[in-house]
């Protein structure tokens, strides 16, 4: 719609710009417009990928540079005063510029190309109908010169990518084409245009993708745009609608308006939605006529309003469009000018209190209220003003002339007249209705005819038209109207339609013979989407035509018919409606008892007391929540509590203190120190767990390695030994690396995986000649493979590893120890520590000399880790240092239950030498290790005993217990690696962080294992509570109700049955839409809401109200608040799903699409509602 | 919005977790790699719209989470897919040995004619690759499957895989529908299809304009 406006501007700029004398200011503007436009076509790019051709845009930016390029141009210079003289131009500089001779080219051809000679560029492409934008942009102008062949060369240059290199071009060599003070001769104007125009120059311009358009599903973003559109037209939500029609309704203040437009409600959706479209690309409809400043009076408002008119030839038939011109202007200058207007029938309710009631969608407008509607935001005002206009609904076209304007009255089927329209003086109104003749053929027509003459063209057929006969009967069996006759310009128009003539005739008189007030026709009253005419027109339904509204004549009976007939017919007829209205009855009364049954049904979801809201809103502030708590640091009030939290939410800076209250970690009532005492036992109790699994996750390594090892020698033997033959026919891919390996086959090595996690590029199966570091420890791992010896060979820019030292040490040692440590930055120093003290128990679990070698859970390979290997041989001082100060908080907790603070800030003691690092010691000969302090000797045997039930363990793991965590490990470290790592949280220490709240919420449920959503769920705790064990603690209450949902549970099946009943209950509508399909009352789409609590629906900080709301929810109003927050997501869009009548697959698409789109809060808050609504539906029975 | 496809096929992304079926379908559909994707949780489907021998070939490609333990749900997507791709990664052994459960599972959930084929993905870790070549040349060989090695990361064969798969289908398609013109009681899909979309366009036409 803006490209409309910038058409519209750069034509204004065009005289402006041949004027003699530009000042510096209208430079300025030029350069804005061109500036604005560039931007809009970006961003039309970046939100379609690519620009049609034929864009709206486009043309605009054509205009705006053509206005640039025109202005101060020397004419003379160019020895030419042609139609455009920037085409001149464009030849003149094609001498010395090879881009404008290219172009120049190309716009000769085209000019040329087509047969006839005024085609422009555009139109020798048939490919797809105009955009009716950009139609409308020119609708006002001359129809025989398209705006686009005056931007011919900027057109095909810009598509051509040279534009931006022509600019530069001229600007460089001004002086020869352009006035001194032209804008392309200033230095600083002319270079700002040809470096804007870079960029729509990059851009992608397509026409042959042009029908991609269509045939690709508008992604969700659009379709809520274009529903917000619309949203007018469409169906209020059913939150405000009557619930159950035999109940009282539970609003029924704001259903009056409402419940009268509900009958036309899902067909105006889709009108509405097909209007838009009709607006943005058109497949379905052409435009046959259009007018901008057309005036028509809706109800509620005293002036008539301007608006754009428009005639569009659509399969079903001809439809007249009027939409407000502050819905075509864009959103926000209608604010400021409606109020003005409108101010005399909308009464301004309190600013964003009130949910409009035709979109639910736009709550933060400003709100108004209509006389008996509901409150109604600006938008929708004005698209319940917006008229739309099927023409086979109307019968009669009224024509007023008067000297101000000139009026046309549409009158429908049931006598209904639609506001009527004023058009400008001066013929519009005269091709307006030509173009509905010619609209209407072949199936119907004008009766009678606009008159043709030649040279003049139409003119209204005077003599004929006025006071027309009044036959008695006509075709379709209604009576004429009666003609007024208030000026001397007045005439009425039949339209009538011949294809469904006959049939009509039929029916309508054997109806209207029969039975005293029959049903209508097929041919409903409302085609219109205004609901400004909704409430005369559901008033006709009930009258018969004949009776209409203007007290015309009652209809005088087809005299043709034979009595008898009539008689039998009649008969027929009221047998007919008495059957109907009993099947009806029966239909109702059944309906009425299965309604019954879902509602006893639904009484278990919600809580049968509703707890009041009051000064709830602000929800749990720090102030609140201090005030609370007692001196001993208890909190008592746990309802309060919970209905804070329930209708207002947490402060986010107590959520950490509140959260483990809600999910029942904390006690009510508990003191401070009883809740320190409770975290203390906590941590002691995962750092034990913790213990455990490290020692079987380090011989789960162990394992892999030499499984990796395995693999990667035997695909080695096999490309060894396949590589000559296979050569040939290898595919290119490969190529590469086959050729190199070809050159090197024997070379076999057993690199752990860590190796390559960090330098993914380089080969490693291959020897790399230029990498001599690599050769090297390829040389080495070859000899360590040799040995069975799978040593941790470090490399990369601190590779400090003497491999071979390592080797000879270990060639006759059964045991292996090798611990490398986290090292300058001690994000991993906790699993470190902890890895030490696993290595310690497996060797004492595991006298054997269990092959243990225990690397720095490598979980999250991110490559950049510094890491140091306390085994080398010749340790400097400083690694020798650093790897030996690195000490647990966490361990020294479980040792002495020393405070800690945080789970990373290390307290740095001055060593720590658990037994296995002893015993490494003496095999390493790392004599380092020697300086052993007393104090911290004591804490190591305490360590120990705290390990030892474990490591008493250590020896009897069965290998199936063995096996089972080592598939939850390699599943958890998969997910954790790739959990949310776009939330800067999760850095490399969190992640770690997370995956051992996994793995020791697997250790303690083995049975049940891993499954994937675990770390989505645990997430958003972490980032709260910031340390494990806290967060793990927390983990294991969220996965008491969570488990069910998983798929071994059987709560999932039970969510779905209750949306479905839900739904069925409280909006039949979308109910129907779903059963029609059929294809997804299964509700799979719903499978990640509720798996995860919307934790991939919404943002962060909404996933923490979210989930605050679910728990306090339990307590206060549902135990099942997952469904009414799935519901409300529904609600939300529930227009959009039916206008677009999605099934299963597009709603799934919807969704995903959605994902952390949503506005929390309004859905979180309808939510709510939801509740209310079904308790009070349960209260009243 | 017109549905001016011709053909509409139905193609499934199954395999064990973390081999990189989101990742493929991502640079099929939208040509782009992304590392840091999140498990899948349900189902998810991307489509893309192909120009297969002048037809226009709507692909509803879907995606599905990896863990077993989703099997129940993932395997309810079987039966309307026309096609789909069992991928394994090339740098993880189990894997590629999964591959063979999970032709059982295909074999007991989809219906018999679907068209398969074995992806091994991330080959452009050549420096970890556990499974050669030769080997999933082999099963595919076993299974009579076709079977390409891929990379999403570098946009290795991805395209080609689909294009693939979908013209099979469409050849198999059409194989049926030629038989099943020539005797009575013609029944195919993509023909249903079509017919399908065709008619649904002018019944919510009409449900436009005559329900009001």
Avoid at chain 1, 15 to 20: E, F, I, K, L, V
Avoid at chain 1, 823 to 850: C, F, H, T
């Amino acid at each position: 719609m803006a490209a409309q406006n910038k058409a519209e501007g750069g034509s204004e700029e065009m005289p402006a710009a041949a004027a003699a004398d530009p000042s510096a200011e209208q430079k300025e503007r030029l350069i804005a417009a061109v500036k604005k436009e560039v931007k809009q076509l970006m961003e039309e790019a970046v939100t379609r990928k690519f620009v049609h051709e034929e864009s709206g845009g486009v043309t605009a930016l054509c205009g705006a540079v053509e206005a640039c390029l025109g202005q101060g141009l020397r004419r003379r210079a160019l020895g030419l005063f042609k139609t455009s003289s920037t085409t001149a131009l464009l030849h003149k500089i094609a001498k010395h510029c090879p881009e404008a001779a290219l172009v120049s080219a190309r716009v000769l051809a085209a000019e040329g190309a087509p047969a006839t000679r005024s085609a422009s560029g555009v139109e020798r492409r048939p490919s797809a109908p105009r955009p009716p934008l950009c139609k409308r942009g020119s609708g006002s102008l001359l129809s025989g010169s398209p705006p686009t062949s005056r931007h011919l060369w900027i057109r095909i240059a810009l598509f051509e990518r040279q534009l931006a290199k022509i600019i530069e071009h001229l600007v460089n060599n001004a002086n020869r084409y352009y006035e001194r003070d032209a804008l392309v001769a200033d230095p600083d104007y002319g270079s700002i245009l040809s470096s804007l125009l870079v960029g729509p120059c990059a851009l992608e311009y397509s026409k042959a993708k042009a029908p991609a358009c269509f045939w690709t599903d508008p992604p969700a973003d659009e379709l809520v745009q274009r529903h917000r559109m619309s949203a007018g037209t469409t169906t209020p939500p059913s939150v405000r609608r009557p619930i159950l029609n035999f109940k009282r309704s539970l609003n029924a203040s704001s259903d009056d308006g409402s419940s009268s437009n509900t009958g036309t409600g899902k067909a105006a959706g889709s009108s509405a939605k097909d209007y838009v479209e009709s607006l943005h690309q058109n497949s379905t409809a052409t435009l046959l006529y259009g007018k901008n400043n057309v005036r028509v009076q809706p109800k509620d408002v005293e002036e008539p309003m301007p608006g754009y008119l428009s005639l569009h030839q659509t399969a079903a038939g001809l439809v007249i469009k009027w939409t407000p011109n502050q819905l075509m202007n864009g959103y926000a200058e209608s604010e400021g000018i409606d109020k003005s207007a409108l101010r005399y029938h909308l009464v301004h309710a309190s600013e964003c209190q009130h949910t409009c009631v035709l979109c639910s969608l736009a709550p933060t407008c400003t709100v108004y209220r209509r006389r008996c509607a509901g409150p109604l935001c600006i938008d929708c005002v004005y698209w319940a003003m917006s008229l739309q206009v099927c023409v086979w609904e109307v019968v009669y076209v009224h024509v007023h002339r008067s000297q101000a304007s000139d009026a046309l009255i549409l009158v429908g089927q049931d006598g209904v007249q639609r506001p009527p329209i004023h058009f400008p003086k001066g013929g519009h109104l005269l091709s307006f209705l030509s173009n509905l003749e010619t609209g209407l053929l072949p199936h119907g027509q004008l009766d009678p005819p606009l008159w043709s003459q030649r040279g003049t063209g139409k003119v209204f057929g005077r003599g004929k038209a006025r006071r027309r006969p009044l036959p008695s009967l006509c075709e379709s069996g209604e009576t004429e109207e009666p003609e007024w006759e208030e000026t001397a310009g007045d005439y009425v128009f039949r339209i009538v339609n011949n294809a469904i003539a006959d049939r009509e005739a039929m029916r309508h008189s054997l109806l209207e013979r029969a039975v005293q007030s029959p049903p209508r026709t097929p041919r409903r009253p409302l085609a219109s989407t205004s609901t400004t005419s909704s409430d005369s027109s559901t008033m006709s339904v009930d009258c018969p035509p004949s009776a209409g509204l203007n007290g015309h004549p009652p209809l005088t009976p087809i005299p043709h018919q034979p009595v008898e007939q009539a008689a039998s017919i009649e008969l027929v007829c009221s047998t007919m409606r008495r059957q109907i209205i009993s099947r009806a009855f029966y239909g109702w009364l059944a309906y009425c008892r299965h309604l019954s049954t879902v509602r006893t049904h639904l009484s278990g979801l919600v809580h049968p007391i509703i707890v009041p809201r009051e000064n709830a809103e602000g929800g749990l502030t720090d102030e609140r929540w201090l005030a609370m708590t007692d001196e001993s640091g208890a909190i008592h009030d746990k309802d309060e509590v919970y209905r804070l939290v329930y209708y207002g939410g947490v402060q986010h800076d107590i959520r950490r203190h509140v959260w483990p209250y809600l999910l029942g970690y904390y006690e009510f009532g508990s003191t401070a120190e009883e809740r320190a005492e409770q975290d203390a036992a906590c941590r002691r109790q995962y750092e034990t767990t913790m213990s455990e699994w490290l020692c079987v996750e380090a011989i789960v390594r162990q394992r892999d390695r030499e499984a990796t090892a395995a693999s990667i020698a035997r695909l080695t033997e096999a490309s060894g030994k396949l590589k000559p033959t296979d050569n040939n026919d290898t595919s290119e891919v490969f190529e590469d690396d086959c050729s190199v390996i070809s050159d090197n086959p024997p070379i076999v090595s057993p690199e752990p995986s860590e190796n390559e996690q960090r330098r993914p590029d380089k080969p490693v199966l291959s020897r790399a000649p230029s990498i001599d570091e690599v050769d090297n420890i390829e040389m080495d791992s070859e000899r360590d493979k040799e040995t069975k010896q799978n040593g941790e060979t470090e490399n990369g820019d601190n590779r400090d590893v003497d491999v071979d030292s390592l080797k000879d040490l270990d060639e006759n040692e059964d045991v292996h120890l090798k611990s490398v440590v986290d090292n300058p930055d001690m994000r991993r120093e906790s699993i470190a520590e902890i890895k030490r003290l696993a290595e310690e128990i497996v060797q004492k679990g595991d006298g054997r000399g269990l092959l243990c070698s225990v690397d720095s859970a490598h979980v999250n390979g991110t490559g950049s880790d510094f890491r140091s290997s306390i085994d080398e041989s010749g340790p400097s001082p400083h690694q020798q240092h650093t790897s030996v100060i690195i000490t647990n908080p966490s361990v020294d907790l479980a040792a002495g239950g020393s405070p800690v603070s945080g789970g990373t800030t290390a307290q740095v003691s001055p060593a720590r030498s658990p037994l296995g690092v002893v015993r490494e010691e003496s095999q390493s000969a790392g004599a380092s290790f020697d300086t052993l302090e007393p104090a911290d000797r004591n804490a190591q045997d305490n360590r120990s005993n705290c390990v030892s039930p474990a490591s008493s363990n250590g020896g009897v793991y069965s290998n199936e217990l063995v096996e089972s965590f080592a598939l939850n490990l390699h599943r958890i470290e998969k997910d954790v690696q790739r959990c949310d790592r776009n939330y800067p949280f999760f850095t490399d220490e969190n992640l770690d962080k997370l995956r051992n709240i996994m793995c020791t919420y697997v250790w303690e449920h083995l049975e049940t294992g891993y499954m994937q959503g675990m770390c989505d769920l645990a997430a958003p705790l972490l980032v709260m509570m910031r340390e494990e064990a806290h967060a793990h603690a927390l983990f294991n209450s969220l996965m008491r109700r969570a488990t069910d949902n998983f798929p071994s549970g059987q709560a999932m099946d039970a969510h779905f049955a209750d949306m479905r009943s839900l739904i069925q209950i409280l909006d039949c509508e979308l109910y129907e839409l779903m059963h029609a399909h059929g294809d997804y009352t299964h509700f799979y789409f719903c499978y990640r809401w509720f798996l995860l609590d919307f934790k991939r629906e919404l943002l962060y900080q909404d996933v923490f109200a979210a989930w605050e709301l679910i728990w306090a929810a339990r307590h206060v109003a549902s135990e099942h608040m997952v469904l009414f927050i799935a519901l409300a997501l529904l609600e939300t869009y529930r227009d959009v799903i039916l206008a677009n009548t999605m099934d299963f697959t597009d709603i799934i698409k919807f969704f995903n699409e959605m994902a952390e789109r949503h506005d929390a809060s309004a859905v979180l808050s309808l939510a709510r509602d939801l509740v209310l609504q079904v308790q009070t539906l349960i209260e009243n029975k | 919005m017109a549905k001016t496809y011709d053909y509409l096929f139905k193609l499934l992304l199954i395999g064990d977790s973390g081999v990189g079926k989101t990742s493929i379908l991502f640079r099929f559909s939208e040509d782009a790699f992304n590392i840091s994707f999140i498990s899948t949780i349900g189902i998810d489907f991307k489509i893309r719209t192909i120009d297969l021998d002048g037809k226009k070939v709507k692909l509803q490609i879907w995606d599905t989470a990896g863990q077993e333990r989703f099997r129940t749900i993932t395997t309810a997507y079987y039966r309307g897919s026309m096609g789909i791709m069992l991928v394994y990664d090339v740098t993880n052994e189990k894997s590629f040995e999964n591959i063979k459960n999970w032709i059982r599972n295909i074999e007991e959930n989809a219906s018999a004619d679907v068209e398969k084929m074995i992806l091994g993905n991330k080959c452009d870790l050549e420096a970890k690759r556990q499974v050669s070549k030769e080997r999933g040349e082999q099963l595919a060989v076993e299974y009579q499957i076709k079977f390409i090695e891929t990379s999403a990361k570098d946009s290795l064969n991805v395209e080609s895989a689909f294009y693939t798969l979908a013209r099979d289908i469409k050849a198999k398609m059409e194989k049926k529908q030629k038989e099943a013109s020539n005797p009575a009681g013609a029944r195919s899909g993509a023909h249903q299809i079509r017919a399908n979309e065709q008619q649904r366009k002018p019944t919510s036409w009409l449900s436009r304009c005559s329900l009001l």
